[in-house]
């Protein structure tokens, strides 16, 4: 912007924010005294921008304004703090895996890659419930299973309608799998529960976990599912074997 002359403190003016946002200034002057005006999601984009708001502040405006926060971006290549990245090695050996509001995976621990089959070419915590052959053959009631992990992933889709990052998911998954098709087709809506979830491992056996999902307070969207041995199941000691056999074995 063009100088203005000298300042008595930082930051823009009324009417310049009103400018970068192109919007009136007695308009602007009217949001900022919160009076009752139809504010649209553009304007409030627009006057995020012109403020270079962080994503929380971006959401926190939104609140202010009545309407709901819009949900923040993919995570994708994403940096995952040193202190949730320790969290998942430390939960080892007991399987954790951090996971995005699209079910994207984030992270995953090596345990969990060991209980649940996950690898590099798994992204998406959904698809690879349905596609990957290994994770399919290892949930010991995957039948029953299933339409409850749909209508949870409805559920999620419901709280963001016309997000397309959930639109993509589903034709992603839609195109390979007809066994999705048919339930999502049936609109069920469930809802997350920390809940028992039974594995049947190739190599340590029966394995039976309690799962809890903890929501992250600084990223939004995004979950940490950490699964703990179901007492009196025996998991607690195969887990361990399972963790020293996998570290005896040559790389």
């Not at 307070?217 to 607690?236: F, K, R």
Request: glycine share 6%; net charge negative; with cysteine.
């Amino acid at each position: 912007m063009a100088a203005g002359g000298r300042r008595r403190t930082p930051g823009l003016r009324r009417e310049e924010v009103a400018a970068l946002a192109g919007v009136g200034v007695s308009w602007y002057t009217w949001l900022e005294q919160g009076r009752d005006i139809n504010v649209s999601a553009e304007v409030l984009d627009a006057i995020s921008g012109a403020l270079r708001l962080t994503e929380s502040e971006r959401a926190h405006l939104y609140v202010l304004a009545g309407l709901n926060p819009p949900p923040g971006g993919v995570a994708r290549d994403v940096e995952v703090a040193p202190e949730l990245r320790r969290l998942l090695d430390e939960w080892a050996p007991r399987p954790a895996v951090l996971q995005d509001r699209y079910w994207n995976l984030i992270a995953v621990n090596d345990a969990a890659r060991a209980v649940f089959g996950y690898d590099d070419a798994d992204h998406n915590c959904l698809i690879a419930f349905f596609t990957s052959a290994r994770n399919r053959r290892m949930h010991a009631h995957w039948e029953l299973v299933a339409p409850t992990v749909v209508a949870a992933f409805r559920a999620d889709a419901a709280r963001s309608p016309g997000d397309p990052e959930f639109d993509r998911v589903v034709d992603e998954l839609s195109a390979l799998s007809p066994e999705f098709v048919a339930l999502w087709e049936r609109h069920d809506v469930g809802v997350h529960l920390s809940a028992v979830r039974a594995v049947r491992h190739p190599e340590a056996g029966d394995l039976v976990f309690d799962k809890t999902s903890l929501a992250v307070a600084d990223h939004p969207g995004w979950h940490l599912l950490l699964y703990a041995p179901h007492p009196g199941t025996g998991t607690e000691d195969r887990l361990a074997r399972l963790a020293r056999v996998r570290l005896a074995a040559p790389a």
